[in-house]
């Protein structure tokens, strides 16, 4: 497979890198942990290592040095109407490189051999109580999967550590595979009566987990690969992203990885802030009757402010333009949904709130982040169970992480050990700065 020749032509430069760095600049300070950062949750501490992706605070994220707009221009499609490939992106942030069309379908092709869901994963999920969350039986799911993992098996059997790598690809590759039938199957289970649709071989990755959702519209098929593509990736210091690489630190298997990065996926912190957006929306439209018009939307942003909320989708720690990935799909709106009330409302509190928060004086950055959007478009296309939103989230996230994993075996990424202090020791430290 392509992609794997162009990894193994990597690992000398990037673990000459590593070691270089490592080695001979282990003492140059990088940033420092005061005590506002060890006890601000580490914000902003620049402490983890993310080859993958960067945030840069005006650009926003780019994925192995592109920006958005870039990648979408420059990642191969079905056809050149289409939105990219996300398996494409995986490529890149796999490898560096942007990869040809032919790498995809070939990765692809691979995928499709491995998608197949073993039976104890469906038992398993059956026999779940009725009421049990989306997340958790994503999360059940992955896990249980752990026991086709290649890389325990390699470890096990004694595999050097310098061809853990190639274990690691192999598994993120079976589990990316299996992770949209995975997910389209919790999907239907708990909320189309329980009746499945096959993948269709003939369809890309991406279109075939809108297929098997059960809607075949073309534009369907964009916007979920729209939407697998814009959530992939977002540095390593995210709660999923992070404690994936905590838990793979410790040579758990990428399963055990991902299935722990889920659960800190579905926090409310984390991935679900894209419903609390849309009932933000929805409660307005349903207060003013329809569409709001600009001064109902300020009137409605107002009330929230006063009342000690905060307005959803708004706003970003690191952030301090528009989400480019917020950008990226109000241009999928203007094109294919422009005259759907809730995306008109969500296009409409765009022209309204930056300058409402701007006047309020407080948030840091007034702008729309990714979750400002991305409800209203599932929305549109009758996906209305707010709590599987976080999956879709969940299916896409799992391929950044995966690939930081990858790389993580590559340069033989020690396990994550930092040193704890105690309040009292902190106390002595503070007092001897006085
Ligand atoms: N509405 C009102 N007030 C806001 C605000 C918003 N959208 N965004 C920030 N503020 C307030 C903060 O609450 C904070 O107030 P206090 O000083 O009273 O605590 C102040 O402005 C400064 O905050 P900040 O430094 O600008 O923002 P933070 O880094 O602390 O927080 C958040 C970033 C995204 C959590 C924040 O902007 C927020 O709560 N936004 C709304 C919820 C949201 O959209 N979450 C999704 C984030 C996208 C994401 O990463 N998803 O995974």
Same mark, same amino acid.
């Given at each position: 497979?392509?992609?794997?020749?162009?990894?193994?032509?990597?690992?000398?430069?990037?673990?000459?890198?590593?070691?270089? *760095?490592?080695?001979?600049?282990? #003492?140059?300070?990088?940033?420092?942990?005061?005590?506002?950062?060890?006890?601000?949750?580490?914000?902003?501490?620049?402490?983890?290592?993310?080859?993958? @992706?960067?945030?840069?605070?005006?650009?926003?994220?780019?994925?192995?040095?592109?920006?958005?707009?870039?990648?979408?221009?420059?990642?191969?499609? &079905?056809?050149?109407?289409?939105?990219?490939?996300?398996?494409?992106?995986?490529?890149?942030?796999?490898?560096?490189?942007?990869?040809?069309?032919?790498?995809?379908?070939?990765?692809?092709?691979?995928?499709?051999?491995?998608?197949?869901?073993?039976?104890?994963?469906?038992?398993?999920?059956?026999?779940?109580?009725?009421?049990?969350?989306?997340?958790?039986?994503? @999360?059940?799911?992955?896990?249980?999967?752990?026991?086709?993992?290649?890389?325990?098996? $390699?470890?096990?059997?004694?595999?050097?550590?310098?061809?853990?790598?190639?274990?690691? *690809?192999?598994?993120?590759?079976?589990?990316?595979?299996?992770?949209?039938?995975?997910?389209?199957?919790?999907?239907?289970?708990?909320?189309?009566?329980?009746?499945?649709?096959? &993948?269709?071989?003939?369809?890309?990755?991406?279109? !075939?987990?809108?297929?098997?959702?059960? #809607?075949?519209?073309?534009?369907?098929?964009?916007?979920?690969?729209?939407?697998?593509?814009?959530?992939?990736?977002?540095?390593?210091?995210?709660?999923?992203?992070?404690?994936?690489?905590? =838990?793979?630190?410790?040579? @758990?298997?990428?399963?055990?990885?991902? @299935?722990? $990065?889920?659960?800190?996926?579905?926090?409310?912190?984390?991935?679900?802030?894209?419903?609390?957006?849309?009932?933000?929306?929805?409660?307005?439209?349903?207060?003013?009757?329809? =569409? &709001?018009?600009?001064?109902?939307?300020?009137?409605?942003?107002?009330?929230?402010?006063?009342?000690? +909320?905060?307005?959803?989708?708004?706003?970003?720690? =690191?952030?301090?333009?528009? #989400?480019?990935?917020?950008? $990226?799909? +109000?241009?999928?709106?203007?094109?294919?949904?422009?005259?759907? &009330?809730?995306?008109?409302?969500?296009?409409?509190?765009?022209?309204?709130?930056?300058? =409402?928060?701007?006047?309020?004086?407080? $948030?840091?950055?007034?702008?729309? !982040?990714?979750?400002?959007?991305?409800?209203?478009?599932?929305?549109?296309?009758?996906? +209305?169970?707010?709590?599987?939103?976080?999956?879709?989230?969940?299916?896409?996230?799992?391929?950044?992480?995966?690939?930081?994993?990858?790389?993580?075996?590559?340069?033989?990424?020690?396990?994550?050990?930092?040193?704890?202090?105690?309040?009292?020791?902190?106390?002595?430290?503070?007092?001897?700065?006085?």
């Amino acid at each position: 497979m392509k992609l794997k020749e162009k990894l193994a032509k990597k690992l000398e430069p990037w673990r000459e890198d590593y070691n270089n *760095l490592r080695k001979n600049y282990g #003492d140059v300070v990088a940033d420092e942990a005061t005590i506002g950062k060890i006890l601000g949750g580490m914000r902003g501490l620049k402490s983890l290592l993310c080859e993958t @992706s960067y945030l840069d605070p005006i650009e926003g994220i780019r994925f192995r040095g592109h920006p958005i707009p870039e990648a979408r221009k420059l990642l191969p499609k &079905p056809s050149e109407k289409n939105e990219p490939y996300p398996t494409g992106l995986w490529f890149l942030l796999l490898t560096g490189e942007v990869p040809t069309k032919d790498e995809v379908l070939e990765l692809e092709e691979e995928m499709k051999k491995r998608w197949d869901i073993p039976q104890y994963v469906i038992d398993i999920l059956r026999a779940a109580p009725t009421d049990t969350h989306p997340m958790t039986l994503f @999360s059940m799911a992955i896990l249980a999967l752990q026991r086709e993992s290649q890389f325990f098996k $390699a470890y096990h059997s004694g595999v050097a550590r310098n061809e853990l790598w190639e274990y690691a *690809l192999d598994d993120s590759i079976t589990l990316i595979a299996k992770l949209p039938r995975i997910a389209a199957y919790i999907f239907r289970m708990k909320y189309r009566g329980d009746i499945h649709i096959e &993948p269709d071989p003939k369809l890309d990755w991406a279109a !075939n987990f809108a297929h098997m959702l059960g #809607d075949d519209d073309p534009v369907f098929y964009d916007l979920i690969r729209l939407y697998l593509f814009l959530h992939i990736d977002h540095e390593s210091g995210n709660v999923s992203a992070h404690t994936g690489h905590l =838990v793979h630190s410790a040579l @758990s298997d990428p399963f055990y990885a991902i @299935s722990a $990065a889920m659960d800190g996926l579905a926090g409310p912190l984390h991935g679900l802030a894209n419903q609390e957006c849309l009932n933000w929306i929805l409660e307005m439209m349903e207060k003013y009757g329809g =569409v &709001p018009t600009k001064e109902q939307i300020e009137e409605y942003a107002w009330d929230t402010l006063n009342s000690g +909320r905060v307005i959803p989708g708004y706003g970003h720690a =690191v952030l301090r333009q528009t #989400d480019p990935r917020y950008m $990226a799909q +109000r241009e999928f709106a203007q094109k294919y949904l422009a005259d759907d &009330p809730v995306v008109k409302t969500v296009m409409t509190v765009y022209e309204v709130v930056p300058d =409402v928060l701007k006047k309020h004086g407080k $948030a840091k950055n007034p702008w729309p !982040n990714v979750d400002a959007h991305s409800g209203s478009l599932l929305y549109h296309y009758g996906i +209305r169970e707010f709590e599987f939103y976080t999956v879709f989230f969940g299916v896409s996230r799992s391929m950044g992480i995966t690939a930081e994993m990858v790389y993580d075996r590559i340069v033989n990424f020690p396990i994550e050990r930092p040193k704890s202090l105690t309040i009292a020791m902190l106390k002595e430290i503070a007092e001897g700065k006085k």
